[in-house]
C-alpha cells in the first residue's frame, strides 16, 4: 500500500495521519453514496466524526502534491508533464448551501442551478494519466468576482507557489475554448510555458505581410489580409486521421495582440465536402502543429477524471453545506481516484515493467476490490483469524478479485 508511506514521507501530524489512513482506504471501499452516514454503517466511526473532520481545514494539496512526487521518484512517471485547466458541474440543491448558483452543465448542455468545482490536473506527457493537484469552489456571480478571474487566481497562484518544480518538470499549460483570454495567456506566457487552447471557428485572425513595401507615404504595411477558413493558400498540410485535412500557419491574433501558431482541423464527408472546422492555437509559434492537437486532445483525459469520481468517488453526494467541507469532499473523491491510480500505476510497472502509457485503469475495480478487502478482513475479524489476512492476498486463485471486470 502507497498511502502509509506517503503519509510517513509528508510528516503529518498524529491525528491527521490516523484519520486519513483510516478515510482513503474506507471512502474506496463503500459501496453507493459516499457520505457521512454511509462511514458510519461500515466503520467504527460515528456519523458526526466525518462531519466535524470535514469542517477543519484539511492539507489536501500536500497529499495531491506529495503522490505526485513519489511517482516521480519512484519513476513510474517521467519527468514532463502538462497542466489541464477545467471545470466541473455538481448538482447541489438547497438554500443554505454555500455557492449555490447558476452554473454550466456540459452534460444537459445548459446552465443550472448547483455547484461548480474548478480542478488544475498534472497530466503525464502521453496523456494517459491525469493528477488533480488544486481544487476549489467557484462562487457564482453577485458573490464574489467573475468566475473567469476565480479561475486565473487559482491558476497564478499554483503556478507561482510551485515554481521550482514545475520550471523543471512543466512544459504547456492546455484548457478548452473557455479559457482562451487574453488574461490567461499573458499569465501563463509570463511564466515561460506555452498555452494550447481552442479558438472560435470563425476567429479574427490576420496574415503578417511578408513581401516588399510599396514605396508610399504612411507607416509600412503590416497586415496582408484577414483569415478566411475557406483559402489556405500558404497554409502548410500536415498528416491527418481520414476524412480530415489539416493545415497550420502562424498569424496574429488581433484580440490576443499576439503571434500564434494556428491548426485548423477541417471534417470532410465522402465527397470530400468539407462539413465544419477546429481551429486550435499555441501561443509558442515554435510548437509543432501535430504536438498542439495531441495537447489538447490529451486534455480530455481530465473529463475521465471527473467522470470515473462522480459515478465511483463519490464526487455528487456531498451533504455538508460549507465552503471548506464541499472542497474537503471534493478532494477527498479526487484523492481517492488518484491513490488507486497510482497503486495501480506501481504494480504494472513492478510485475509486467510496462510503461505508464500503456497501462489500463479501472476505478472501478479499485472500489471492487477495496470492498472485497473491507468485507473479508472483517469476517476473520470476528472468526479470531484476522492475522492471516495476508493469505488471501498472496493466494494464487486470487480471491479478493471476486467481481472485477477484465480489462
Same mark, same amino acid.
Given at each position: 500500500?502507497?498511502l502509509p508511506i506517503?503519509l510517513?514521507l509528508?510528516?503529518l501530524?498524529a491525528h491527521?495521519?490516523?484519520?486519513?489512513a483510516?478515510?482513503i482506504?474506507l471512502?474506496?471501499?463503500i459501496p453507493?453514496?459516499v457520505?457521512a452516514?454511509?462511514f458510519?454503517?461500515?466503520?467504527?466511526?460515528?456519523?458526526?466524526t466525518l462531519?466535524?473532520w470535514?469542517?477543519?481545514t484539511?492539507?489536501?494539496?500536500?497529499?495531491?502534491?506529495?503522490?505526485?512526487q513519489?511517482?516521480?521518484?519512484?519513476?513510474?512517471l517521467e519527468?514532463r508533464f502538462?497542466?489541464?485547466l477545467?471545470?466541473s458541474f455538481?448538482p447541489k440543491?438547497?438554500?443554505?448551501t454555500?455557492?449555490?448558483?447558476?452554473?454550466?452543465?456540459?452534460a444537459?448542455h445548459r446552465s443550472e442551478?448547483?455547484?461548480?468545482?474548478?480542478c488544475?490536473?498534472?497530466l503525464s506527457?502521453?496523456g494517459?494519466?491525469?493528477f488533480?493537484?488544486?481544487?476549489q469552489?467557484?462562487?457564482?456571480?453577485?458573490?464574489?468576482?467573475d468566475?473567469?478571474?476565480?479561475y486565473?487566481d487559482?491558476l497564478?497562484?499554483?503556478?507561482?507557489?510551485?515554481?521550482?518544480w514545475l520550471?523543471r518538470?512543466?512544459r504547456?499549460?492546455?484548457?478548452?475554448?473557455q479559457y482562451?483570454?487574453?488574461?490567461?495567456?499573458?499569465a501563463?506566457?509570463r511564466?515561460g510555458y506555452a498555452?494550447?487552447?481552442k479558438?472560435?471557428?470563425?476567429?479574427?485572425?490576420?496574415?503578417?505581410f511578408t513581401?516588399a513595401h510599396?514605396?508610399?507615404?504612411g507607416?509600412?504595411?503590416?497586415?496582408a489580409?484577414k483569415?478566411d477558413?475557406?483559402?489556405?493558400?500558404?497554409?502548410?498540410r500536415v498528416p491527418?486521421e481520414? #476524412?480530415?485535412r /489539416?493545415?497550420?500557419? %502562424? !498569424?496574429?491574433a488581433?484580440?490576443?495582440?499576439? &503571434?500564434?501558431?494556428?491548426?485548423?482541423?477541417?471534417?470532410?464527408?465522402? #465527397?470530400g465536402k /468539407?462539413k465544419?472546422? %477546429? !481551429?486550435?492555437?499555441?501561443?509558442d509559434?515554435? &510548437?509543432?502543429?501535430?504536438?498542439?492537437?495531441?495537447?489538447y486532445s490529451? #486534455?480530455f483525459r481530465?473529463?475521465?477524471?471527473?467522470?470515473?469520481?462522480?459515478?465511483f468517488?463519490?464526487l455528487n453526494?456531498c451533504?455538508l453545506r460549507?465552503?471548506?467541507a464541499?472542497?474537503?469532499h471534493?478532494?477527498a473523491?479526487?484523492?481517492a481516484?488518484?491513490l488507486?491510480r497510482?497503486?495501480v500505476?506501481?504494480?504494472e510497472?513492478?510485475?509486467?515493467?510496462r510503461p505508464?502509457?500503456q497501462m489500463m485503469?479501472?476505478?472501478?475495480d479499485i472500489?471492487?476490490?477495496a470492498y472485497?478487502r473491507l468485507f473479508a478482513?472483517?469476517?476473520l475479524?470476528?472468526?479470531?483469524?484476522e492475522?492471516?489476512f495476508?493469505?488471501?492476498e498472496?493466494?494464487p486463485s486470487?480471491?479478493?478479485?471476486?467481481?472485477v471486470?477484465?480489462?
Open positions: 500500500m502507497i506517503l510517513t509528508l510528516a501530524p491527521q495521519h490516523r484519520f486519513f483510516a478515510l482506504p471512502w474506496q471501499a453507493g453514496r457520505n452516514r454511509n458510519s454503517r461500515y466503520s467504527g466511526w460515528n456519523e458526526r462531519r466535524r470535514f469542517q477543519k484539511l492539507p489536501w494539496a500536500e497529499l495531491h502534491w506529495g503522490l505526485l513519489l511517482l516521480v521518484r519512484l519513476g513510474v519527468g502538462i497542466l489541464a477545467d471545470a455538481i440543491s438547497g438554500k443554505n454555500a455557492g449555490v448558483g447558476a452554473f454550466w452543465n456540459g444537459s442551478t448547483g455547484l461548480e468545482l474548478s488544475l490536473a498534472l506527457w502521453s494517459h494519466h491525469a488533480p493537484v488544486h481544487v469552489q467557484t462562487q457564482p456571480r453577485g458573490q464574489k468576482a468566475r473567469l478571474e476565480q486565473l487559482q497564478v497562484s499554483f503556478l507561482e507557489q510551485r515554481r521550482t520550471a518538470h512543466l504547456v499549460v492546455v484548457a478548452d475554448g482562451a483570454k487574453t488574461m490567461f495567456m499573458d501563463v506566457s511564466e498555452f494550447v487552447t479558438m472560435q471557428c470563425n476567429a479574427n485572425l490576420l496574415y503578417p513581401g510599396p514605396k508610399r507615404r507607416g509600412r504595411q503590416k497586415w489580409g483569415v477558413f475557406i483559402n489556405f493558400d500558404g497554409w502548410a491527418g481520414d #476524412r480530415e /489539416v493545415w497550420t500557419r %502562424v !498569424v496574429w488581433p484580440r490576443y495582440a499576439r &503571434l500564434l501558431r494556428v491548426v485548423v482541423i477541417q471534417n470532410v464527408d465522402r #465527397r /468539407v465544419g472546422h %477546429v !481551429v486550435l492555437c499555441s501561443t509559434p515554435t &510548437l509543432p502543429a501535430e504536438q498542439i492537437r495531441a495537447l490529451a #486534455r481530465l473529463e475521465f477524471v471527473f467522470r470515473d469520481a462522480k459515478q468517488a463519490g453526494t451533504q460549507r465552503t471548506v464541499l472542497e474537503n471534493w478532494n473523491a479526487f484523492f481516484l488518484s488507486g497510482a497503486e500505476l506501481l504494480e510497472a513492478g510485475r509486467l515493467q505508464a502509457s485503469f479501472s476505478y472501478e472500489k471492487r476490490r472485497n478482513r472483517r469476517i475479524r470476528n472468526l479470531g483469524l492475522a492471516r495476508h493469505e488471501l498472496k493466494h486470487r480471491p479478493l478479485d471476486l467481481g471486470k477484465a480489462a
